[in-house]
């Protein structure tokens, strides 16, 4: 089974930028459908984008334009290059895998089953 570990949140002001990391460990990313997720204090863990093995990807509305997934297989890191963040933007990001999600449900929470911890992004304004 795969084992990730985010990194690279923090605090930032309003429109600024931050690189998310999602280091992988245990299998290889290249098997794996992969998200990333943000949850909010008091709300609930919203879907971000999805990326496929291939390297398809498909973003929430609301990202529009800001954020880019993307991964390196030799590295074995996925990745989250988000810009002109907002405070809106807030929260811990995590990032996910599973073999068996599919576009249908990539921005929903149950349907990966491996999770990293999570990292905290701030944004003030």
């Known amino acids: 089974q795969v084992q990730l570990v985010e990194s690279g949140g923090g605090s930032v002001q309003a429109g600024g930028s931050l690189r998310l990391s999602c280091k992988a460990s245990?299998?290889?990313?290249?098997?794996?459908?992969m998200g990333w997720f943000r949850q909010a204090p008091g709300k609930e863990r919203e879907g971000i984008v999805g990326i496929s093995t291939s390297g398809q990807t498909k973003y929430a509305d609301f990202v529009k334009g800001r954020f880019t997934i993307s991964k390196d297989s030799a590295e074995n890191t996925l990745y989250l290059q988000m810009e002109d963040l907002q405070p809106e933007d807030s929260g811990v990001y995590s990032c996910?895998?599973?073999?068996?999600?599919?576009?249908?449900?990539?921005?929903?929470?149950?349907?990966?089953?491996?999770w990293g911890q999570g990292t905290q992004v701030t944004v003030s304004s």
């Open positions: 245990g299998d290889s990313i290249r098997t794996y459908f």
């Open positions: 996910a895998a599973d073999r068996g999600t599919t576009w249908y449900g990539y921005l929903v929470e149950r349907t990966y089953h491996y």
